[in-house]
């Protein structure tokens, strides 16, 4: 029986993981045991709750107002003193946020082996994504197993002199979980007008808090007044930074909903229901370019080029005018390219990843 602990500490990487964690625990000869780091505490558990589990343990990591380090070496500490006890044979990790980088380093430091999900996405820019390019080299330097979603994530490991053989291509778990959600009924969803086109805004990227968010808000703000006919749904990320720079820029805006982060289920229902995408977030990507969603990543860099090549995303750049210009472009009712970005593609994954994950867990 092989012992496998599954860490996970942020919504994204439930979503992510929790599809893998079904399907592991459905398979003989695995035992699978659940850690949550607590990085996003309600959030988190939620999540898990949307995909019928919970963590077997769970740490107790995030105040108010601490830093990047302190979080960081809570999380390491925390999952040091589980490993030494529980003594799994595989740690798994998703990505590349603080619980990712902090589990993978604590099972190098006590000789586990360590598999990593989502492995070799790069913009080879160290401080864009900030902090996370950094946490998913790092991250590949520690691990055993590296389940890259695309060829091209593939390509970046072995250039970086990762053994071939230990690279594998699977595709991205999130197929696996729009799969999933998109079956199940939302307990609850935002009103919008009908005949109204409904534009989904995500922004929460630490490079980006300051200034920039604020040029991010005005951009959105502006868009929406240029257009009657459209209405934009906001889900605040729970960081008090980013909630309040944008309760003073969208505030009382009668088609600018700013709401909680609604639940998994309800989240891809509202991404599906979508007109437009604006968003400096990376999974959004994803979910966005299976469902066929136009999507404006307000970013000048992506570690998804797959569906900016695919023609799924358009790259704006983070600043208010690029923004506008490149939403203003998708909004037009004759926009031949906002046609040409209205279809599914499949780069990043075809709902099969984690079958592919477990049949070479049995076989390692």
Known sequence: MKKNTVVMGTRPEAIKLCPLVRELRGRAGFFVSVLSSGQHGELLRETMHDFEMGADFELDTMRAGQSAATLFSKILLGTDRILRRE?????????????????????????????????????????????????????????????????????????????????????NTVVDALRYTLTREPARMPTVPKGCRLLLFTAHRREHWGRTMEGMLRALRRIVEAHPDVVAVCPLHPNPAVRRVASKMLSGHGRILCIEPPSVVAFHRLLSESYLVLTDSGGIQEEATALGIPTVVMRYSTERTEGVLSGNLRLSGSGEEGIIEATELLLRPDSELYRSMRRPSAVFGDGGACKRIADILQKI
């Open 87 to 171: 003594k799994p044979d595989l740690v798994i990790v998703q990505g590349d946020t603080a619980t990712a980088l902090a589990a993978a380093q604590a099972a190098f430091y006590n000789g586990i082996e360590g598999g990593h999900v989502e492995a070799g996405l790069r913009t080879y820019h160290m401080r864009s994504p900030f902090p996370e390019e950094m946490h998913r080299r790092a991250i590949a330097l520690m691990s055993d197993y590296h389940f890259a979603p695309t060829p091209t994530a593939a390509k970046h490991l072995i250039g970086e002199g990762i053994e071939e053989g230990r690279v594998y291509v699977t595709g």
